[in-house]
């Protein structure tokens, strides 16, 4: 029997592999910080035994409410992934499973590999609609991409999305994947639409070096890019500042933030109550927008969330809050579930790639019910 991580975003410590029905793990840190809790690896040479794998230091997790009815992720082939029954107690996290297989992946969530953002980068840019640029690179040297859709007239509204700020959140940029297909669908009403009116500006992936590596919330810095945008530099955190510099060269007239969240299983958002600038314009657009993303789909929610910040009580280093009180636009982090999504459970599947993409072209028909009040 033997476990292996030597793949992209593999990530996991093996204590004892030597017994099937007592396999001894450890969550593995990101790269430059103590964030611990993506895990992905291959099990290969037990199928057909009930193999039992205990994480055994899941309570020093970054987020250990996030094991509170969680299961994990396996699949044979990295492209189906289903649900196996898993469970947290006396702070030990537990997999129990019997492989039908020799070879079986499990994750933390269903993976988006490098391969695949780079494979979407393709996709979008060969529908002759969607032009790639090159803002700069990541600390390790990586390339961080902008898609631009639409005429990039000055009269366009500019509507900005960013995902996987946080690299473990892989369900961003499934979202970011549904949300290009149906943009860039020259057949779809919606998409239509939109690009009479905006011009798109898409970072499908904000944090390429933490991916591969298999990090949870940090870059190969160990920044938290999410907690970088007041004063990032070229040195810690160049994915947020060339991200930054092409936003103050086009303007925002609309900002989606994409994330996922451990603890909380449902889909929802948080807006900029807590910046100076906060009025009853944005609030009146908040509404509207969380209206229509309810009538687009069922998966989206508003009364599950977290706390709203208290006026001028916004952590101004965060994307959503700096970009929204710099360009006093409509700006939300949107949040999607490791877990399930407790208004439509899925037993199977939870939470998954799939439903995240649909999440994703859903959120187009709430950004066309704002557009006409972007300014």
């Known amino acids: 029997m033997k476990i292996s991580t030597q793949f992209d975003a593999g990530a996991v410590t093996v ?3 030597e017994n099937p029905a007592d396999i001894r793990l ?3 840190p990101d790269n430059a910080s103590d964030f611990a809790q993506w895990f992905y690896f291959r099990l290969q040479g037990a199928a057909y035994q009930n193999c039992v794998m205990h994480f055994e230091n899941a ?3 970054a987020y250990p409410a996030g094991w509170e009815e969680y ?5 044979y082939d990295r492209q189906n992934w289903f649900r196996v029954p898993t469970r947290y107690e006396n702070g030990v996290l537990t997999i129990e499973h019997t492989p039908l297989a020799n070879s079986v992946y499990y994750a933390y969530f269903e993976p988006y590999s490098y391969e695949q953002h780079l494979n979407l980068l393709g996709d979008a840019q060969g529908s002759g609609l969607c032009q790639i640029d090159d803002l700069g690179s990541t600390v390790e040297g990586r390339d961080i ?4 859709i639409g005429n990039q007239a000055a009269s366009d509204l500019k509507v900005w999305v ?3 700020q946080h690299p473990g959140e892989t369900m961003a940029e499934w979202f970011v994947e549904g949300l290009l297909a149906r943009l860039l669908d020259p057949q779809d009403p919606t998409a239509r639409a939109l690009l009479d009116q905006a011009t798109f500006y898409i970072v499908p992936n904000m944090n390429p070096d933490g991916s591969v590596r298999g990090n949870l919330r940090t870059n190969a810095a160990g920044a938290n890019l999410n907690r970088e945008w007041q004063n990032p530099t070229v040195a810690r955190s160049p994915e947020v500042y060339y991200v930054r510099e092409k936003m103050l060269e086009t303007g925002v007239d609309l900002f989606l933030d994409i994330h996922g969240d451990e603890t909380i299983p449902f889909v929802f958002v948080a807006g900029t109550e807590g910046v100076p ?9 908040e509404t509207r927008f969380k209206n229509a993303f309810a009538a687009a789909s069922p998966d989206f929610q508003d009364e599950h969330g977290y706390e709203k910040d208290a006026p001028g ?6 994307a959503t809050a700096w970009v929204g009180e710099q360009f006093k636009c409509l700006a939300y982090t949107l949040e999607m579930p490791f877990k399930d999504n407790d208004n439509l459970p899925d037993d199977d599947f939870g939470w998954n790639g799939q439903r995240s993409l649909r999440l994703g072209e859903a959120a187009l028909s709430a950004v066309l019910s704002v557009l006409p009040q972007l300014r």
Do not use: F, K, P
């Open 15 to 17: 204590i004892d592999a």
């Open 26 to 28: 450890q969550l593995r």
């Open 59 to 61: 309570a020093s997790a």
């Open 71 to 75: 299961q994990a992720v396996a699949s």
């Open 145 to 148: 991409n902008l898609l631009t």
């Open 162 to 164: 960013t995902a996987r």
């Open 277 to 285: 600038s906060y009025n009853g314009r944005i609030a009146e657009l």
């Open 313 to 318: 009580q916004a952590n101004m280093t965060m």
